[in-house]
Every structure is written in C-alpha cells, then in structure tokens.
C-alpha cells in the first residue's frame, strides 16, 4: 500500500511526537462491538470520534497478539497476527485507516526481549540440537550459575532468572516470567527476524513502536546484563533501519532508571526518539500528598537536557503497578502509607491500584494531578478510563 494512502489524513510532521497526546489502552477493555463480552477493534473503530473529541493525537495499543495470556499479552505466541478475540488483521487495519483519517496516529507493542514459550520459535528451539541457529534463537545453558550478578526482577513470583526444560534438556535464560524465554541477540538471525517483524507493522501504516524491556537484550558474564553497549548498538542499527525505510515512525524507550541513565537511550538522537520518565510519576503524586512542590522541582533539576528530536513521555498511571524503583526506602514507605495502607495494593515495588482510587475518587485532585501532568516538559501519555 502506497505510503501517502497508508499515512492519509495525517500531518507531514517528522516530529509530531513532540506535541501529542497519547492515550494507552486495552483492546479488550475498551468497546465489545458483538456482545461476547471482550472489547475488539471493530469496537474500537466505533469509539474513534469519542478519543478525537478528547483531544487525543495518537493510540498505543498494549499487546492485541496471539498469545496465551498468563503475562496481559506480552507472552506473545504469534508477532504478526492478532489473537482472534479482538477480530482479524483485516479489522486491525480497518482500525488504523479510520484512526488515521481523523489525523490520530497508532502506536503499537514491540516486545522484542522474549517470547511466549508456546511460541513455535521456542519450540522449534528446544527441541533442536545444541549449538545450531534454532537452538541458538534462545539463550540456553547447561548451568544455572551462568550471570550470577544479574537480579531477579519478579522475585515474588520467581526464584531464579534459569528454569529447567525437559525437551531441551537444558535451563533457559528469563529475566520476567518463566513461560516468557528470552530471545538470544547475539544470534544474527534473532536481529533480522526482529526487523522483520518491524517492517512488517510498519508497512501496515503503524506509526510508533513502544520497546518493552529494552534494557536486558543481551547477557554477558560479570554484569547485571542490563544497559549493556551491545544493546545500544543493536538500537542504533534498528533505528537507522526504520529511518531508511520508513520515515516520520517513532521508537518509545521502557527503560525505568534515573533520568541521568536513561538518556543513554536516545543516544545522540539516533537511538529512541522517546523514553519514558519515570521517576518523576511517583514524586507528582509525593507533591500533591505533601502539598509541595519540591519533589517534583527536585527531580526535573537533575533530568538532564536531551537531544532536539527527542522528548520524554510523562505518564500518572499505566498498565503496570505505580512503580517505587525510582525511590529511596523513606520514599517509598511513604507512598505505601498514604497511597497503599491495604498491604494488597502493594506488588513487587509498587502499588496496584487505578488512578482514581489512589486519589480517593477526589475529582479536584485528580483534576489537579492531570494539570500537573500537561504542564510537565514532555509529552502526556493518559491510561484509558482516567480521563
């Protein structure tokens, strides 16, 4: 499809990620278009003039792929399809050409990291011979003691970052979940596939790419095989890639660090064209708590200057927990005191809970909260139903 037809209806704005409004949300919670009780992309299609009316300039959509759905979608079974419960590819770009025509552009999931393990690359990998390019396609060890520094990041839910495959008769490498291996990047055929399956969403018309997980790409002995080189320059070479090929499109950077850190991910401008704030989110809501603004002053004096095509995204909640990774320890007891006092709001480190309850149903508050949000220097990501 001819990219002026693909990109009909929007402004020829290499930077309009600068000046968005993005609201994330979940197909299947959004609008059920024939009664079976699971919102899908014809129902979304029908909720478009509601989010013009809104202001909103573009969509991100979180994972609508086949998948089993023990991880909310990101244990992805099938990266160029869509699970059946939200309609056909055919509805999906249906979907995006109605987006597109009222000037909204469309974000979609990237999660490059790992796969489902009922993905047919994984099969095919443990039961493939040890050092050919299937097996090869995961990360897989005879040992679990192999990057022994490297932190267990669901620690709640798992007790080591190796699990045991019977097939295989190997452990393989998983930095979340252990039904989501990880994909092995020092395989050369990991890296085309992985463009490929860029191309693929981008020829279809989508806009941008959010990259979940970005920071564990790659594992090397003696690090917390996280933020290695070898992962900057894998992105340097996908963004060249998608420049090339497919001008004016965005990569959105999940990397949760300090903002001094994570600049690393946009590079010299040649790497993401955005990245996520987000240890400014929980000290927005330490402001309006403490009735002060010196949390919020305190962490934008230490974020860095960026790159001129590059721009933050801010967010007050998304799809994960309200995040304390970004905190001290007398931070964080605070935020569970007066925001997570019922211990079942609280998961791994953060807090579980929608924006509104969090600000006790306060319509002034969250009011407030929204402004602050749209007066911070970067670009308003809203989750959906907060409005």
Not at 250 to 274: Q, T
Request: aromatic fraction near 14%; include cysteine; glycine fraction near 4%.
């Amino acid at each position: 499809m001819p990219q002026s037809q693909i990109l009909s209806g929007l402004e020829d704005d290499p930077l309009w990620y600068k000046d968005a409004i993005i609201y994330e949300l979940h197909v299947r919670a959004f609008f059920d278009s024939n009664a079976d009780g699971m919102g899908d992309f014809r129902g979304l299609a029908e909720k478009l003039d509601y989010l013009e009316d809104l202001g909103v300039t573009a969509i991100w959509l979180l994972p609508f792929f086949p998948s089993p759905w023990k991880d909310d979608g990101y244990d992805i079974s099938d990266f160029r399809s869509v699970h059946p419960a939200y309609g056909t590819l055919r509805d999906f770009q249906s979907f995006l050409r109605e987006a597109h025509r009222r000037g909204m552009r469309v974000i979609t999931e990237l999660v490059i990291n790992h796969t489902s393990d009922q993905h047919v690359w994984f099969q095919r990998s443990r039961s493939a011979q040890a050092g050919s390019r299937w097996r090869d396609f995961y990360v897989w060890s005879d040992s679990p003691d192999k990057y022994a520094g490297t932190r267990i990041i669901f620690k709640d839910f798992e007790p080591s970052n190796w699990s045991w495959d019977p097939v295989a008769k190997a452990y393989y490498w998983h930095r979340f979940f252990s039904h989501q291996p990880d994909l092995n990047f020092d395989n050369p055929l990991v890296q085309r596939t992985v463009m490929h399956t860029l191309d693929f969403w981008a020829a279809m018309g989508v806009d941008g790419f959010r990259l979940d997980a970005i920071p564990y790409l790659y594992e090397r002995e003696g690090t917390s095989c996280e933020n290695l080189p070898e992962t900057h320059s894998f992105l340097k070479e996908l963004r060249q890639h998608l420049d090339a090929a497919y001008p004016r499109r965005m990569l959105l950077s999940e990397a949760n660090m300090w903002p001094e850190d994570a600049i690393a991910y946009f590079g010299n401008g040649d790497e993401c064209h955005m990245n996520f704030h987000f240890p400014l989110m929980p000290r927005l809501f330490m402001a309006l708590r403490l009735e002060d603004r010196l949390p919020i002053v305190d962490i934008l004096k230490h974020t860095p200057a960026i790159p001129e095509t590059c721009q933050w995204a801010m967010f007050l909640r998304n799809h994960d927990e309200l995040t304390l990774e970004m905190v001290t320890d007398e931070e964080r007891d605070y935020m569970y005191r007066v925001y997570a006092s019922d211990q079942r709001a609280r998961i791994n480190l953060g807090i579980r809970r929608r924006l509104a309850p969090l600000l006790g149903n306060d319509r002034p508050r969250i009011e407030v909260m929204n402004a602050l949000l749209f007066s911070m220097p970067g670009t308003p990501v809203i989750y959906y139903g907060d409005e």
